[in-house]
C-alpha cells in the first residue's frame, strides 16, 4: 500500500468497501453510486494540501466534486521548530520521489476530524439502501 492508500485509509476506516487504487480510495454509496477520494495539489506541483471528494453516478459520471483542504479542517499547527514560529499548515510533499508529510504529522484525531467531513459529503449521495445497511452496521 503506498502512502496516499495508507493516508485514505486512515479517513475512511469506516467503510468496509473501500477500494484503492493507485492515489485513489473509490467507496460504494449504493447500486450506482460511488465516492471517489484523493490528494490533490492546490497551485503547487507535489504538494498536496487537501483531497478532492467526487460523487460518481456509474452511468452518468461525474455528478458533483468538492475539495476538502487540510487548513479548513485542521487549521494552523503549532511544531517544535524555530522555522514555523506560527505553525505551519499541514500537507503533503514529494521529495526525490517519496511522499510524506512535511513537518507536521497528523494525528489520529485530525484523521477522525477529516473523516467527519467526507462521511457528512458521503451521506449526500448515498443511496436510501446503502444509508439503511451502513446505520445498522453503526
Not at 492515489?23 to 460504494?28: G, L
Not at 457528512?120 to 446505520?135: N, P, V
Request: hydrophobic share 35%.
Amino acid at each position: 500500500m503506498n502512502f496516499f492508500e495508507q493516508n485514505l485509509k486512515k479517513c475512511t476506516e469506516s467503510y468496509d468497501n473501500a477500494k484503492f487504487v493507485g492515489r485513489a480510495v473509490y467507496i460504494t454509496l449504493g447500486e450506482n453510486n460511488r465516492l471517489k477520494l484523493q490528494f490533490v495539489t492546490l497551485g503547487y506541483a507535489d504538494h498536496y494540501d487537501g483531497i478532492r471528494l467526487t460523487a460518481l453516478d456509474k452511468n452518468s459520471g461525474t455528478i458533483d466534486s468538492m475539495t476538502v483542504r487540510f487548513k479548513d479542517v485542521w487549521g494552523t499547527k503549532k511544531i517544535n521548530n524555530p522555522n514555523f514560529k506560527n505553525g505551519i499548515v499541514p500537507y503533503v510533499w514529494v521529495c526525490d520521489g517519496k511522499a510524506e508529510w512535511y513537518a507536521y504529522q497528523p494525528t489520529p484525531r485530525d484523521f477522525e476530524l477529516l473523516s467527519e467531513q467526507i462521511d457528512s459529503y458521503a451521506e449526500l449521495f448515498m443511496e436510501q439502501s446503502q444509508d439503511l445497511s451502513m446505520t445498522q452496521s453503526m
